[in-house]
């Protein structure tokens, strides 16, 4: 199982240089499942794995200037904000047992594992409803008004809440949100949405430290050694590979995902 999850590993970075997001999606799970870390714990290490593999692959959208700052800024600020207070003061709150009656019991992992389930396949539905909307040759249009300023603050604070909670770097819920809410093209979004889920995830597990003494830096080292040789491996797909297409595929396969985390974590309830 850890040899798969090491192969997860790869794979995650080649989400990342190809797609802009989902790295997060799978960690977390590939965590969980392969390699039998709680998902407390998982979701900590996970914001460094995909912190440290985002900002890598913003390199190559700052060379072609495919980052909206501006964007960054208003959003990421906010984001980054609300995904250190969730990660240092909201999820040390939840107890351990949130709810129990007769064989039904749900604790802190289970909730954690539903809410990352249930906010995937709401981006799922999202990446695919983009692509069918959207297209890259679109003129970006410029945040200038209040009304749109304080709609992507809005975006940040609950984005990075949910970060915070499930330990993804939000990518998956970011450009969706930076389409759809600034109508600017795809390839930019993913841009702005890798460096804000960069900062956003640095600075969560920076929140982690403080409630997490006994990290293992050798395990995440070595993960996110193979994560960054998939972002090799996806960069150079990447000019074969049509950015539509495989958003659209993605956006079905992690509703598989989704589906999949659902199901299980409910049977793990009784």
Known sequence: MEIIGYFGAII?????????????????????????????????YSLLIIGITSFISTTGYM????????????????????????????????????FEQGQLLITKDSFLML?????????????ISVKKNYKTDEAPRKVSNFQYSRMILIEGLIIGTLTGFVGTGGGFMIIPALVILCQIPIKIAVGSALLIAAFKSGIGFLGEIGNNPNIDYEFMGIFTGLALIGIIIGSLLSHRVSGYRLRNAFGYFIMVIAVFILIRTCLDLF
């Open 12 to 44: 995650v970075g080649v989400l990342v240089a190809l797609v802009g997001a989902g790295g997060s999606i799978l960690t977390v799970p590939i965590l969980v499942y392969l390699f039998g870390i709680a998902p407390v714990t998982a979701t900590g």
């Open 63 to 98: 060379y072609r200037k495919l980052i909206n700052y501006r964007i960054v800024v208003l959003f990421g600020i906010p984001s980054v904000i609300m995904v250190y207070i969730t990660r240092k003061f909201l999820v040390p709150l939840i107890p351990e047992t949130i």
């Open 115 to 127: 809410m990352l389930g249930v906010l995937i396949m709401i981006s799922a539905i999202s990446m």
